[in-house]
Nanobody, 123 residues
Framework: QVRLVESGGGLVQAGDSLRLACAAS????????MGWFRQTPGKEREFVAS????????LYADSVKGRFTISRDNSKDAVYLQMNSLNLEDAAVYYC????????????????WGQGTQVTVSS
């Protein structure tokens, strides 16, 4: 079972940028999809972005499209989430997850999760 550790969260002002990192304890092979999710109190965890390690294809939630970018560093077994133009609605705990490969990135089943990193956005 892989261990995923998120980092990079913090307090920023609206309009600022932040980059989250997810380090994996094991090699992220091409048979996996890596994803980012977020959750606020009282709400269900929501999908943010995903990346196929096999094809490099990405998928984004409409709410972050054009502002967030998911990327990887194969040499470090890490994935990143670059978040630009942050707004108050982006404040949440962000989770990294690993799932099995699927051509349809919207149907990936994620079975490994990190502990999350808090992102707070002030006005």
């Amino acid at each position: 079972q892989v261990r995923l550790v998120e980092s990079g969260g913090g307090l920023v002002q609206a309009g600022d940028s932040l980059r989250l990192a997810c380090a994996a304890s094991a090699r992220i092979y091409t048979s996996y999809v890596m994803g980012w999710f977020r959750q606020t109190p009282g709400k269900e965890r929501e999908f943010v972005a995903s990346l196929s390690m096999r094809s490099g294809r990405t998928l984004y939630a409409d709410s972050v499209k054009g502002r967030f970018t998911i990327s990887r560093d194969n040499s470090k077994d890490a994935v990143y989430l670059q978040m630009n133009s942050l707004n108050l609605e982006d404040a949440a705990v962000y989770y990294c997850a690993r799932g099995g490969d699927n051509f349809d990135l919207s149907r990936v089943i994620y079975n490994s999760w990190g502990q999350g990193t808090q992102v707070t956005v002030s006005s």
